[in-house]
């Protein structure tokens, strides 16, 4: 699988705060089934990280694998906060990419009201930019207007769904939303957004069981996230799940 959110970089945001704890991370995403793994520390108002700086820490960590035979590879991208989008520098945004292709995983707020989120996203694909909203199932302000969720991924926008969710572990709410996206066909991607080995650890078995069939799970973690990382057309999603498809605004 390829795991398009992580944060494995020790010491750099709410991650492992040393290396030693990054390497624990990296050998449960390998046991795990987890070949490529995405660095994606927070690029936010707390956490202003800086492309330099995440792509010289990737390099620390890769020699770390190396010297320590974890066969993971690992690749730098990041997660930036919507409310910081405005201060960063174009060059400085297209280096903070997944991979270093056309894709930016931009983390939506977790207030209940977020004006001119949708502007933003648009203002970014108008720029030549491609979206992955992360984890838009734990967002209070897509809860309140899926409608706006809905025509941003008409428009272009993938969606990562985190793997907790799917299991229940941030609440009902989220986990409801979370298959509610998937049945609707507007979630594209689920990823581990691992923080840890323990705690929050790159783990995905238990998500995928719960989103469909294996098909389904293949798209979601490995044909996706490899046309993502390539900069290639998103594959054609496998046919629906055969549950009864439940809109992720309506109530049961």
Known sequence: MIDLHSHVLPGIDDGPKTIEGSLELARVALASGISTLLATPHASSRYPNDAQGIEQLVEQVRERLREQGIA??????????????????????????????????????????????????RDLLRRGHRV?????????????????????????????????S?????????RRFAL???????????????????RR???MDAALEA???PALGEWLTREVPAAILGGEEIPIRPAAVTRPRRVPWRRR
């Open 132 to 164: 992955l909203l992360a984890h838009p199932e734990r967002c209070p302000a897509f809860h309140r207007d899926p409608e706006m969720l809905a025509l941003l991924v008409r428009e272009g926008v993938l969606t990562s769904l985190t793997a907790g």
């Open 166 to 174: 799917l299991t229940g572990q941030f609440g009902s709410e989220a």
């Open 180 to 198: 509610g996206l998937l049945e609707s066909e507007l979630a594209h991607n689920i990823a581990s957004d691992a923080h840890d080995h323990l």
């Open 72 to 121: 993971l590879e690992l690749r730098a991208g990041a997660e930036i906060a919507i409310t910081r989008i405005a201060e960063i520098a174009p060059a400085e945004l297209h280096a903070l990419s997944l991979g270093g292709g056309p894709w930016l995983l931009v983390e939506p707020p977790f207030t209940p009201i977020a004006t001119g989120v949708d502007s933003i996203v």
């Open 201 to 203: 650890p790159p783990v």
């Open 211 to 213: 989103a469909g069939p």
